[in-house]
């Protein structure tokens, strides 16, 4: 079954301990993006990766980190958490960036909460 | 830069009634435009889509025409339903995706 595989669905963690939230997919897609969703707010972008060992900004990389080191996976990574990243997190992964009809898959979404 | 702006919500309807729920969009070159549904718990999932000005893009019953004169894609559905029950967010594309703040729809029996 072709899908989008994040894990944990649920975290609890306290301010400043590190975590990763993976996430997976097993279409061989070359794009893949990290989202946030906050009431009001809708989705924003954090990171996105145009393949394998390319990684760029979105609209709110700070205090994320992510790495592309094989296609099917993209990580992200909060070194020292806050409360103000308590949000629901999703990765979605597409065939191609850049191509204007290209559907993004995504996966069932994370919720953190930092205290 | 691109975005797109929706209606705001809640929008809390009876089974079997008339939906819209209006989008608006602005960028800079000829984007796709996207309709997406997350249904209580779930993740985003594809409902419709249109590449270019005048296509229809339509599933479920719920239909939405790219109109590039007003720069809109309002999503429609002539009959509701209980389980139509989520949240719906347009979205465009052009280099990138941008998501509009999401419309929560809520279908009473």
């Known amino acids: 079954e072709a899908q989008v595989t994040q894990n944990p669905r649920y975290l609890i963690t306290v301010t400043g301990k590190k975590l990763t939230v993976t996430c997976s997919q097993n279409m061989n897609h070359e794009y893949m993006s990290w989202y946030r969703q906050d009431p009001g707010l809708g989705l924003r972008q954090i990171y996105y990766?145009?393949?394998?060992?390319?990684?760029d900004k979105g609209d709110v990389p700070e205090g994320y980190k992510v790495s592309r080191k094989e296609k099917r996976n993209f990580p992200l990574i909060l070194e020292s958490p806050s409360p103000n990243q308590t949000s629901l997190y999703f990765c979605?992964?597409?065939?191609?960036?850049?191509?204007?009809?290209?559907?993004?898959?995504f996966g069932p979404g994370t919720r953190l909460t930092v205290l | 830069g691109d975005s797109v702006t929706q209606m705001e919500g809640p929008v809390t309807l009876s089974e079997e009634a008339f939906l819209t729920i209006n989008c608006t969009y602005t960028?800079?070159?000829?984007?796709?435009l996207f309709w997406y549904v997350q249904y209580p718990g779930e993740g985003l999932q594809l409902l419709l889509k249109a590449t270019k000005a005048d296509d229809k893009g339509s599933n479920k019953g719920f239909e939405a025409t790219y109109r590039k004169e007003t720069t809109s894609f309002h999503l429609e559905k002539g009959s509701v339903q209980v389980s139509d029950s989520a949240v719906y967010f347009c979205?465009?594309?052009?280099?990138?995706?941008?998501f509009g703040a999401g419309t929560r729809l809520t279908v009473k029996p």
């Open positions: 960028a800079t070159g000829y984007p796709s």
């Open positions: 990766s145009m393949n394998v060992e390319v990684t």
């Open positions: 979205a465009l594309s052009v280099n990138d995706m941008r």
């Open positions: 979605a992964s597409s065939w191609t960036s850049g191509r204007i009809s290209n559907e993004q898959f």
